[in-house]
């Protein structure tokens, strides 16, 4: 009996570990950073350069950091970003400081981030779906992409064939590309992206009216490299550094809800422009994607989605100082939750993809 007890024991220690899958969460409180981006007061002329009236007259948004925020150590060299707009197109202005300024990709929609890029990510009516990414690096090659929906909601969610129309932008170098023998100062991205592209998935009035607000964020990707005959080569077995404008709380871009606040004002660069908050609305909003979050743990552990609010160990929403009780209605696919009007908020839903939805 002793031995069959250790036979059995020993069977069991050597059945395979079925790992505990865990849904990522942003680390970090709701804290999205904003811009306001106003009217040029100039012609604007797509180089590079950043050098027109227009430009000179912005202010350039914060610093880049870490994409987990203060996680991680703020990075070695500086990256920032302006942004101008008309009823034309959305301009951004990014300034890249890269002492050793390189690039080996020449080939349009190649995987852009395996070069020292920078990134644009554009979601017009802030659900989460329906979003634009831009990549280029120091040569000028562009990889655009249309995403139907976040990569943790569905495999296949990446238009790759999809390209911008008419989009206009440049490159300008202060120093030389690929050349290791000396030290560069940085390198400039300027772009000039159509609003009637803008417009396509923007469920919401395009050109934007006074005060509108986007979602927006930027990023830059970074290899260490070091020089082998006269060339400069990625570190191997390196990971790469991401550095962002709006920390996302965890290594993932494609939470489009972590993204900073992209405001319109209809003044011209160098007026005054109103210091926009961020609405009471989207912080509900937050608070329901909290309880997604939740609800993606709650299906990893059980196979099936909660249909009450202690079954996620959550509480009402407080506004206003009231409590607000979501309700919660699953159906073959998944689920709603949804939170009713009160007091100037609209009734919000969300869905089992994340989707967020006013009416």
């Known amino acids: 009996m002793k031995r069959t007890v250790i036979i059995l024991a020993l069977g069991l220690a050597l059945m395979p570990l079925v790992a505990h899958e865990i849904f990522p969460v942003p680390v970090g409180d709701f804290a999205p950073l904003k811009y306001t981006a106003q009217k040029p007061c100039s012609q604007i002329v797509i180089d590079g350069k950043l050098d027109e009236e227009s430009w000179q007259k912005m ?7 870490d994409i987990e925020g203060d996680l991680k150590p703020l990075p070695f ?10 009823e034309e197109a959305l301009y951004i202005g990014a300034e890249l400081i890269e002492p050793h300024i390189w690039a080996k990709l020449t080939e349009r929609d190649a995987v852009i981030f395996q070069d020292n890029d920078f990134e644009v990510f554009i979601d017009p009516d802030g659900d989460t779906h329906d979003y634009y990414e831009l990549e280029v690096n120091a040569l000028g090659t562009l990889w655009d992409l249309f995403l139907i929906k976040p990569y943790r909601d569905r495999q296949q969610v990446a238009i790759n064939a999809w390209d ?6 440049a490159i300008h170098i202060d120093g030389t590309l690929n050349d290791p023998s000396d030290t560069d100062r940085a390198w400039y991205v300027e772009m000039k992206i159509p609003m009637e592209v803008l417009k396509e998935c923007a469920h919401k009035p395009v050109p934007p009216p006074e005060g509108d607000y986007w979602r927006i964020n930027f ?21 790469e550094y991401n550095w962002v404008w709006s920390p996302q709380g965890l290594i993932a871009m494609h939470y489009p ?6 405001f319109f004002s209809h003044s011209e660069a160098g007026e005054f422009v109103p210091d926009y908050d961020i609405p009471d609305v989207e912080y509900a909003k937050e608070y329901l994607r909290q309880l997604y979050y939740k609800q993606k743990q709650y299906f990893f552990d059980k196979g099936r989605y909660a249909t009450r609010l202690g079954q996620l160990k959550a509480q009402p ?33 969300i869905r089992e993809d994340g989707m967020t939805w006013q009416e």
Do not use: A, C
């Open 77 to 86: 060299h500086r990256t920032r970003v302006k942004m101008l707009w008309d």
């Open 59 to 65: 202010p350039f948004t914060e610093d880049f950091v």
């Open 219 to 239: 990023s830059r990707v970074h290899w260490d490299t070091e020089i082998k005959n006269g060339n400069y080569q990625k570190v191997p077995d390196k990971p």
């Open 257 to 262: 809800e972590r993204w900073g606040f992209l």
């Open 317 to 349: 929403y407080r506004y206003l100082g009231k409590k607000i009780t979501p309700k919660i209605q699953r159906h073959s696919h998944g689920y709603i939750i949804s939170i009713d009007p009160k007091q100037g908020l609209p009734k919000l839903f």
């Open 164 to 169: 911008i129309r008419d989009i206009e932008y």
